[in-house]
């Protein structure tokens, strides 16, 4: 099957790189939170105050999938408010339910 990319919206891949570090320097902050979390995953993130960059990630995993991987959602803002220097991402791991 041929996969054909997404036309990025404007600047929508810096602005993804930017919150990916932003992302991991948190995670790396918090080390605990990896306990919690799959070895191997695919972040996804999806923030609120950037719709469409948020559309944007979801339309990535909906053609691409996430290569067998488990996937953990980052909610977060991608532009901290109230003055806050760093952003702190609610992250969220689907539960996998047999049918």
């Given at each position: 099957?041929v996969?054909?990319?997404?036309?990025?919206?404007?600047?929508?891949?810096?602005?993804?790189?930017?919150?990916?570090?932003?992302?991991?320097?948190?995670?790396?902050?918090?080390?605990?939170?990896?306990?919690a979390?799959?070895?191997?995953?695919?972040?996804?993130?999806?923030?609120?105050?950037?719709?469409?960059?948020?559309?944007?990630?979801?339309?990535?995993?909906?053609?691409?999938?996430?290569?067998?991987?488990?996937?953990?959602?980052?909610?977060?803002?991608?532009?901290?408010?109230?003055?806050?220097?760093?952003?702190?991402?609610?992250l969220?791991?689907?539960?996998?339910?047999?049918?």
């Amino acid at each position: 099957m041929v996969k054909t990319p997404l036309d990025a919206p404007t600047n929508v891949v810096e602005r993804n790189i930017l919150l990916t570090s932003e992302i991991m320097r948190y995670l790396l902050e918090q080390p605990e939170l990896f306990s919690a979390l799959p070895s191997d995953f695919e972040l996804v993130i999806l923030p609120e105050d950037d719709p469409e960059m948020r559309l944007y990630n979801l339309d990535l995993l909906d053609k691409y999938g996430s290569q067998g991987k488990p996937i953990v959602f980052a909610r977060t803002k991608a532009r901290p408010s109230n003055g806050a220097t760093k952003i702190r991402p609610s992250l969220f791991v689907p539960v996998p339910v047999a049918v």
